[in-house]
C-alpha cells in the first residue's frame, strides 16, 4: 500500500488505464491464446483461461468483520480512550497518510509503524493499549472472507489453476490466512514485509509469478497468462499493469469470487 494511499490501507478497504495504453496488445489475450491455455487443463468441463491467479489481502480477500474506529474506541474504553470514532478515523487515515521515512511500512511484524497509526488514531500512547488492538488484529476472528471466496479458491485450484496472495502487509498475514482455512489453498504467499518490496513495485509482482527471487515460494506462470485481483488503482492495477499482468479491481471490475471464478473457468474469448 503506497504512502499516498491512506484508503489502500487493509483496515480500511470493506465490501488508471490511459497511461498502460501501450500494454493493452499484452494485456488482451487472443482467443486462440485462452483457448490453448484452457485446453491444457482440467475442471470438469470449465478449463481455466488464466493459469495463475494473484489476490491482495486486505480490502480483497480479507474484509474487517467490524470497522476500525468501532474496534479501536471500545478495546480503548479500558485504557481512557474518549476520542469519538469519526475522529478516531480521521486520525487513523491522517496517519496513514502521511510520508513514511523507511522504505517499507511493514518490516517485519509491522509493530513500529502501528504503534504511530494507533497513538494518532486515538491520542492514547499506552503499550497495553496498543498491543492489545494489536493482538486482536493478529487473529482470524477480526477478519472474514468474502461470501464464496474459499469455494471459488477451492475450484480454481481443482482446475489445475495456481494461486497466490500477494500483500502489503506484516507476517501476521500468514496466520490470519491459517485461521480463515484457507492458507494451504494458495501454491504462493508473498508478503511486502518479507521480500522487501511493497506493491506497486514491479518486484513484488514478478517474485510471485516466478520471475526473480527463487527462495520465495512461486507460481511458474507468465504475467501474460496470469491476472491479478485487487482493490487500489496504483498499488494493483497500476503495479501488475506495469509488469504486463492484468488486473481487475474488486469492487468495480469484479465483485464477488463467484465472478472472479466465472471470469477465470470459461472458454469464451471475452474480446
Known amino acids: 500500500m503506497p504512502p499516498a494511499a491512506a484508503a489502500s490501507c487493509p ?22 491464446a485462452r483457448r490453448l491455455v484452457a485446453a491444457s487443463a482440467g475442471g470438469g468441463g470449465r478449463a481455466p483461461a488464466y493459469g495463475g491467479l494473484l489476490l491482495d489481502a ?3 480477500l480479507l474484509q474487517v468483520a467490524r470497522p476500525v474506529a468501532e474496534t479501536y474506541a471500545s478495546i480503548g474504553r479500558r485504557y481512557g ?3 469519538p470514532e469519526k475522529g478516531i478515523m480521521e486520525g487513523f487515515k491522517r496517519a496513514f497518510s502521511a510520508p513514511w521515512p523507511k522504505t517499507l511500512r511493514y518490516q517485519g511484524d509491522g ?3 502501528w504503534r504511530i497509526v494507533v497513538a494518532e488514531a486515538t491520542n492514547c500512547t499506552d503499550d497495553d493499549y496498543f498491543e492489545e488492538v494489536y493482538q486482536y488484529y493478529a487473529h482470524g476472528d477480526a477478519w472474514r472472507l468474502p461470501v464464496g471466496a474459499d469455494t471459488t479458491l477451492r475450484e480454481l485450484k481443482d482446475a489445475g489453476v495456481k494461486l497466490a496472495v500477494v ?5 501476521r498475514l500468514w496466520k490470519l490466512l491459517k ?6 489453498m494458495f501454491d504462493a504467499i508473498v508478503v511486502s514485509s518479507e521480500v522487501g518490496y511493497e506493491k506497486p513495485a514491479p518486484e513484488i509482482f514478478k517474485i510471485a509469478l516466478g520471475r526473480d527471487k527463487i527462495e520465495f515460494d512461486q507460481i511458474g506462470v507468465e504475467a501474460t497468462n496470469a491476472v491479478h485481483v485487487g482493490d ?15 488486473c481487475w479491481l474488486w469492487g468495480a471490475d469484479v465483485k464477488t469470487f ?4 466465472d471470469r477465470i473457468l470459461t472458454t469464451d474469448d471475452p474480446q
Open 11 to 32: 483496515l480500511l478497504r470493506r465490501a488508471p488505464a490511459a497511461p498502460f495504453a501501450a500494454l493493452s496488445g499484452a494485456l488482451s489475450r487472443s482467443g486462440m
Open 232 to 246: 487500489d488503482e496504483t498499488a494493483d492495477k497500476a503495479g501488475a499493469n506495469a509488469i504486463g499482468l492484468e
Open 167 to 171: 500483500s502489503n502487509f506484516d507476517t
Open 179 to 184: 485461521d480463515l482455512n484457507v492458507s494451504d
Open 111 to 113: 509493530r513500529p509503524f
Open 58 to 60: 486486505g480490502g480483497t
Open 81 to 83: 480512550v474518549t476520542k
Open 258 to 261: 463467484s465472478e472472479i471464478r
